[in-house]
């Protein structure tokens, strides 16, 4: 089945305390993106990737970090968390000029 | 600019059609989106429009674009309790960062 797949779904932390949210895809997408969900926001875009080793900056980059070392795979590090984190987060990948982006599940994070 | 907007809420009885409506600002969109988003899941791809197009029908959903006035419309025939959800619409602007812009979603509420 295809799928993009995200842990954990839920995560409760302290500031200050690093964090990875895994993101793997199973459809050889070479794209991958990263969104952060807020009330009355909509969905905004913190960091993609066109490829491997190949990232860059979205609309909302600052506190985060990503890294693609493999096609599959999409981590998002929070190297300090910060309250103003605390947010549901969702990988999406696609494929093609149609852009249809393919979503994870979310991560509903939450810094203390 | 990049702004996309839509009404919060939504409310119809069951058997009735829906109509969410969305207006965007930026006239260079490629493609145009709707996505459904169920409590607790992720972002799910309903259907697209390419900016070219007037209409798309795909089933009980249908798509309607006008350019001039920029609003976006989907309409969903005989609609069912199971159709209660958020309904975002998403425009592809920047082909390079593949990035979406959502606006921030109506909630379809179908009362039985």
């Known amino acids: 089945e295809a799928q993009v797949t995200q842990n954990p779904r839920y995560l409760i932390t302290v500031t200050g305390k690093k964090l990875t949210v895994t993101c793997s895809q199973n459809m050889n997408h070479e794209y991958m993106s990263w969104y952060r969900q807020d009330p009355g926001l909509g969905l905004r875009q913190i960091y993609y990737?066109?490829?491997?080793?190949?990232?860059d900056k979205g609309d909302v980059p600052e506190g985060y970090k990503v890294s693609r070392k493999e096609k599959r795979n999409f981590p998002l590090i929070l190297e300090s968390p910060s309250p103003n984190q605390t947010s549901l987060y969702f990988c999406?990948?696609?494929?093609?000029?149609?852009?249809?982006?393919?979503f994870g599940p979310g991560t509903r994070l939450t810094v203390l | 600019g990049e702004d996309v907007e839509q009404s919060l809420f939504l409310s119809v009885r069951e058997g009735d059609s829906s109509v969410i409506n969305c207006t965007y600002t930026d006239s260079s969109s490629t493609y145009l989106y709707w996505y459904k988003q169920e409590p607790g899941a992720g972002l799910q791809l309903l259907t697209y429009i390419f900016s070219n197009m007037d209409m798309k029908q795909d089933q009980r959903l249908t798509v309607l674009l006008n350019k001039k006035d920029k609003h976006l419309s989907l309409r969903i025939a005989d609609t069912q309790t199971g159709d209660s959800a958020i309904y975002f619409c998403?425009?592809?602007?920047?082909?390079?960062?593949?990035?979406?812009?959502f606006g921030s979603g109506t909630r379809l509420q179908v009362q039985p």
């Open positions: 998403a425009e592809s602007i920047d082909a390079g960062r593949r990035a979406l812009t």
């Open positions: 999406a990948s696609s494929q093609g000029l149609k852009n249809e982006q393919f």
């Open positions: 990737s066109m490829n491997v080793e190949v990232t």
